[in-house]
């Protein structure tokens, strides 16, 4: 049995589950598997918060403050509207947050359980996936509704989607010049981009009231679960501080039409304002999106590929037109 499982079986006892039924479901920047009562049926989702090597830049998402940050947020969707969410449950002494031993090097490891949710994941192809990018939009709206006027939620200690982390993001990606991913006239392309993107949150900062707040800052297809027509973000473990654009650049980069974009956008204009002189803010950050999952991915092997086939690509026909502040999104 791998260390990791044992860990899972081990910490499960910390919760009111009879006979756990424990199977895994995947390890990236959480060792996530289903867990099933034995005695009730029951079924949950447990989260060991051990990144796996190459997501070792989002340990700072697993810090106790962090996660109960994420927590807090998820219990305030679930109690203050209608949105459909995963529950956090508390552990035997009343937790939300249990911690277990990591044998092998004495270290700490922190260890979340939230209800399972029923349904599949949605697809971007098909009969239904305008009506479900349409509810996504609905979803979205009444999110950003809810967070724009929650007071509690800026005291949050969550990740800052702020020009700082732009910054460090674009400084790292640097270093894809002597990894062999990109050539230098491709990077001074994207450092351009990120100052252009870092401008665009000061307009906002200065400009625009009530346009962040807590974001799901991963909102992409793989993220959403499709049960009954109704639409359920899961995921919320990089969830933080941000415009809200940020939400509609992960769906832009996900949603592979400009049909179900287009549903997106007629959702969340039912339930919320957004002009359309907003879009490139939009824009703005779809590219950021990507300059945050290049600066993530950078030592991941497995990336290597997509690094050489799309950066000119991403560089051309996006970075290119958002720092002539050209619109891009009717091409994405």
Known sequence: MQKLEQLAYEVVKQYPISEPKLTFIRHNENYTCKVTDGSTGEEYVLRIHIPIEGFSTMGIQHSYS???????????????????VQKPVNNKDGLLVSQITDQDNGQIVYVTLLTWIKGEIMSTEGTNSEQQAYETGVMLAKLHNFTSSWEEGRTLDRIKYDA???ISAINSIEEAIGLGLMDS?????????????????????????????????DMQNTNLIVYENTVTPIDFCGCGHGYFYIDFGCLFASFNSSTM??????????????????????????????LLCMSLHLHNPKMREWYLRRTKPICDNYIVPLINNERFYENI
């Open 261 to 290: 974009r287009n549903a997106l956008l007629d959702g969340y204009r039912s339930i919320r304002k957004l002009p359309e002189s907003d879009m490139k803010y939009i824009e703005a950050s779809f590219v950021m999106v990507i």
């Open 164 to 166: 700082p982390k732009m």
């Open 185 to 217: 006239e491709e990077y001074s392309i994207i450092q351009s981009g990120g100052m252009r993107i870092c401008e665009l949150m000061e307009e906002l900062e200065r400009d625009s009231f009530g346009a962040e707040g807590l974001i799901h800052a």
């Open 66 to 84: 962090n996660l109960y940050g994420e927590l807090t947020f998820l219990k305030a969707i679930s109690q203050n509207t209608d949105i459909s």
